[in-house]
């Protein structure tokens, strides 16, 4: 207690100083603890891109091929599904809704997708949130269209603007649809997932822009306009993908059976869960490096506050030597230094929990809102105090070679004056 009472006291005598070794260790918790949150929240979020969903249908190839396409709308399908075999999967018993899903047009960069008014309804993420509209509203006409969050705000969209369809991939697309010309119907909020990054129109309207189209290319002196197709059997002949929902999950692998050995065609259904799962630890690397970095920040700060309490050894050794004078053994002294680094450690650590929290709850809604990562508040758990934990005890092991040095320093020495 003695030692604790000289370190309280030898602090405050150079707060300006301890102050300073104290924000920058409390800044390098809040950077090592905050980095654990964003990846928590990150992994969550990647992990509720889509839930809800119990299967997901598509042409016979890898799970995170079929994942990255049908719900990341990353790549392109082998083949499409027949909607013969749509159909028969969609009046399975165990399906109780089944959202069909059209990838391959574009427009200005963003990936156009061709389904239902069953998506507006069925599709979840994080924890089972329905997509809301910020405007509008689903697919009234047949050439209506609806934006995600980014699509509308890259672009400066409004509702009633007209938009104009691309066949194929890239910036500028292969060709333009523009003899059939979509108007934005509705926009939806932001969801921190690829539907932010989507130009949704309803199955149909792929059909309508594509009936006078052959291996990607208008058929030449065929035409029909946007009233014509109006008047025309659109029943699509194929889907790239489908989302199911089954009655019960307990359901889920005698479907996914059903579909892999579908003896029509060559086709795949795959779990969501276990895909991204698949796909985080593909790419999970990130979190790696984002870790190794915050710990070298740490210890950046407690090296530094180490090299602090070096540096003013010189300048303490007569308070030393005095201390060395009234009875104060070498341990003493040992102890004195080794506990000014723990309480600097310590009070930079509950700092930067000070700090983390304030800033979570200041930036978190802005952060939910313009990137869609949401970020929990909930009081450390096991693994954040262990990291705590380890700080402090850090900052113990800092401290040992400037207190092994004022340990060695002798009474005549922190007496002599020199010249």
Known sequence: MIVLRLALASLANRRVTALLTVLAIAVSVALLLGVEKVRQGARASFADTISGTDLIVGARSGDVQLLLYAVFRIGNATANVTWKSYEEIAARPEVAWIVPLSLGDSHRGFRVLGTTDGYFEHYRYRHGQALAFAQGRPFADLFDAVLGADVASALGYRLGDPIVVAHGLGSAGLAQHDDKPFRVAGILAKTGTPVDRTVHVSLEAIEAIHVDWRTGARVPGVGASAEEVRRMDLTPRAVTSALVGLRSRLAAFKL????????????????????????????GVAET????????????????????????????????????????????????????????????????????????????PVIDARFGLYLAIDPPGADELARLAAVVAAGLLAGIMPAWRAYRLSLADGMTVRT
């Open 289 to 364: 490096a984002l870790g190794a970095v915050s710990v070298m920040v740490v210890a950046t700060a407690l090296l530094g506050m180490a090299t602090t309490i070096l540096a003013t050894l010189n300048e303490r050794r007569r308070e030393m030597a005095i201390l060395r004078a009234v009875g104060a053994r070498p341990t003493h002294v040992l102890g004195l230094l080794v506990a000014e680094a723990g309480l600097l450690a310590l009070a930079g650590a509950a700092l930067g929990v000070v700090l983390l929290y304030a800033a979570l709850a200041a930036l978190r």
């Open 256 to 283: 996914q059976r059903f579909v892999n050995e579908y003896p029509g065609e060559a086709l795949s259904a795959i779990l969501p869960g276990a895909a991204l799962q698949e796909l985080w630890d593909l790419v």
